[in-house]
């Protein structure tokens, strides 16, 4: 089976188990690494693998050919994108008229950036940027970008970027709504039985849980350069009760954030059942 997720800690973590034949009766996975603007244009190209990892901003375009397995993704609370700046500050006018980089133009961090924006930037900003998230801070702190749109373990190294935090994305979102943040999906075809793809995915994120050591060299040697404490801090943040199980609040974080998008014409109408297996 095909499989393409991110070379992050959480998404190794997760499935350590399954790519490493450990979970019975798993089919063996044929893995691509990819950063998830690449995941989530293969989910739209229609030539994407059988199960894959994509941004929850990316679901309704693909929903359609995929459907949301309730499991193995990344959903939790205090652990939303970072909107960073090298001069400091907390005024959200700062950003107005100015360049900001974002990791991916249907990223979850990105939608949920529109939504804040809309409300708080006097004007809007100016331009958008698209790059790589790990070229992001190195951009900000050398004066290419006024502003960054950070993700995953920068929520732990910007300080040493020199950068300050401006506004905290998940911050908002979960005073707004109460609910966790959708950050990112695993969906499978809807050609294949998700519900047994569901039981493997969970299989390997219990079998990580129960085994933590087990995915470490794995998980360090696709981190690369992240230091072990990092790497550590980010699983603990974004490995959750929710990836086990989106339960109900999940699933209304996905909707909420989904239908807010699509009454402001930024993600395509969809229908709430496609949602749920």
Same mark, same amino acid.
């Given at each position: &089976?095909?499989?393409?997720f991110s070379?992050?800690?959480?998404?190794?973590?997760?499935?350590?188990?399954w790519?490493?034949? /450990?979970v019975?009766?798993?089919?063996?996975?044929?893995?691509?690494?990819?950063?998830i603007?690449?995941?989530?244009?293969?989910?739209a190209?229609?030539q994407? %693998?059988?199960?894959?990892?994509?941004?929850?901003?990316? /679901? %309704?375009?693909?929903?359609?050919?995929?459907?949301?397995?309730p499991?193995g993704?990344?959903?939790?609370?205090?652990c939303? %994108? /970072?909107?960073l700046?090298?001069?400091?500050? @907390?005024?959200?006018?700062?950003l107005?008229?100015?360049?900001?980089a974002?990791?991916?133009?249907?990223?979850?961090a990105? /939608?949920?950036?529109?939504l804040?924006?809309?409300? +708080?930037v006097p004007g809007?900003?100016?331009?958008?940027?698209v &790059?790589?998230?790990h070229?992001i &801070?190195?951009a900000?702190?050398?004066?290419h970008?006024?502003?960054?749109l950070?993700?995953?373990?920068?929520r732990?190294?910007y300080?040493?970027?020199?950068?300050?935090l401006?506004?905290?994305m998940? @911050?908002?979102?979960?005073?707004d709504?109460?609910?966790?943040?959708?950050?990112g999906?695993?969906?499978a075809r809807r050609?294949?039985d998700?519900?047994k793809i569901?039981?493997?995915?969970?299989?390997?994120?219990e079998y990580a849980?129960?085994? %933590?050591?087990?995915?470490l060299?794995?998980?360090? +040697?696709?981190?690369?350069?992240?230091d072990?404490?990092?790497a550590?801090?980010?699983i603990?943040?974004?490995?959750n009760?929710?990836t086990?199980?989106l339960?109900?609040?999940g699933y209304?974080a996905v909707?909420?954030?989904?239908?807010?998008?699509a009454e402001?014409?930024?993600?395509?109408?969809?229908?709430?059942?496609?949602?749920?297996?």
């Open positions: &089976m095909k499989i393409a070379p992050c800690p959480n998404d190794t973590f997760v499935f350590h188990a790519v490493h034949g /450990l019975p009766g798993a089919p063996e996975l044929d893995v691509t690494y990819a950063d603007d690449i995941t989530n244009g293969l989910a190209s229609g994407g %693998p059988e199960v894959l990892k994509i941004s929850y901003a990316a /679901l %309704p375009w693909v929903l359609s050919d995929y459907a949301l397995l499991c993704g990344a959903l939790g609370r205090g939303g %994108p /970072l909107v700046t090298k001069e400091g500050g @907390s005024d959200p006018a700062a107005s008229g100015r360049r900001v974002v990791p991916s133009e249907r990223s979850t990105y /939608l949920l950036f529109r804040w924006a809309a409300k +708080h809007g900003v100016g331009e958008i940027v &790059m790589p998230f070229q &801070m190195p900000v702190r050398d004066g970008i006024d502003a960054g950070v993700i995953h373990e920068a732990f190294t300080p040493s970027y020199g950068l300050t401006l506004a905290d998940g @911050s908002w979102w979960e005073a709504t109460g609910l966790p943040i959708p950050l999906a695993i969906i050609t294949l998700a519900g569901a039981e493997w995915a969970r299989a390997s994120v849980w129960a085994h %933590p050591e087990a995915s060299s794995y998980v360090l +040697h696709h981190a690369q350069e992240m072990p404490q990092v550590q801090a980010h603990n943040l974004y490995v009760e929710f086990a199980n339960g109900e609040d209304a909707e909420a954030l989904l239908r807010r998008a402001e014409g930024l993600v395509p109408s969809f229908d709430p059942a496609l949602l749920r297996l």
